[in-house]
């Protein structure tokens, strides 16, 4: 694990891999960087210098309890930190400049990708997986399945096997920082401004985000494909890695 500082000085961690152009890849809700660790192998394969961080109250990163920790868009604001850090990192000859790297994100990681686009970052591509343009342009609710899966978490009601407070208790993250997390997403408006190259994909049978469709279509740059699998077992086919690799080839 290496580590970064936030914006706000809390200390957040991110795993390397591979040699070449930066690739940054932002997990899914209630996962870490290590979800990423099979494709980011083939990526790095592929010529990629694979950075893969723990969003803020995941994994190995910084996960106060403290709801101050947790403004609107705290996480995009991490992913500029995340970026400032390899570029003051980077010792070689040829320093990083805007289109030097890639982006790229699933579920949750998706949407952060989408924010730090819309507020100004510059890859040269994007990868957007298992996200719709419904889920981007709206605000994270503080109802629903995840946050009641939360709220039993931090109550210590009974969990059923296989429920989502069941898989979110497997992970082992803090539900309370969780929690908090999963109201910082914002809404995104002016996608029509997102320039940059961006590849969507989606899982076959993901009907949770049957707008991944819309989504490209509404980017400039937009490209859509589907690759095998629900949302929860699509981000590990190999379809979707090697979808990615030929996308990512053409920067």
């Given amino acids: 694990m290496e580590h970064f500082r936030a914006r706000d000085g809390r200390e957040l961690a991110y795993r390397a891999l591979g040699r ?4 940054v890849l932002f997990h899914g809700f209630g996962g870490s960087g290590r ?8 990526l790095a394969g592929h010529g990629h210098r694979v950075i893969l961080p723990d969003l803020r109250g995941h994994g190995a990163s910084a996960a106060p309890r403290d ?10 604001d991490d992913g500029f930190a995340l970026l400032d850090h390899l570029v003051l990192d980077d010792h070689s000859p040829d320093h990083y400049s ?8 699933y579920s949750f990681g998706g949407r952060v990708v989408v924010r730090l686009l819309a507020r100004g970052a510059r890859p040269g ?7 719709g343009l419904d889920a ?3 605000a994270t609710s503080r109802t629903g399945v995840l946050h009641d899966a939360l709220t039993t978490l931090i109550e210590g009601r009974p969990v059923a096997p296989g429920s989502p407070a069941y898989w979110i208790r497997q992970a082992g993250s803090d539900p309370v920082a969780l ?8 809404p995104t408006a002016g996608l029509h401004r997102i320039t940059t190259p961006t590849l969507v994909l989606v899982g076959a049978e993901d009907d949770g985000h049957a707008t991944a469709d819309a989504l490209a279509a509404t980017l400039p740059n937009g490209r859509f494909a589907r690759v095998p699998g629900t949302h929860f077992t699509a981000m590990s086919s190999p379809e979707l890695t090697a979808a990615m690799a030929d ?3 053409q920067a």
């Avoid at 805007?98 to 994100?105: E, F, S, T």
Wanted: aromatic share 8%; glycine share 10%; hydrophobic share 45%.
């Fill in 125 to 131: 591509r994007a990868v957007v997986a298992g996200q």
């Fill in 247 to 249: 996308f990512l080839a």
């Fill in 136 to 138: 981007v342009r709206r």
């Fill in 35 to 42: 979800d990423w660790l099979a494709p980011a192998e083939v």
């Fill in 20 to 23: 070449g152009r930066t690739l």
């Fill in 67 to 76: 709801p101050a920790a947790y403004p609107p868009d705290v996480l995009a």
């Fill in 179 to 186: 929690r908090h997390v999963l109201g910082t997403h914002v």
């Fill in 98 to 105: 805007p289109d030097d790297y890639d982006l790229g994100g």
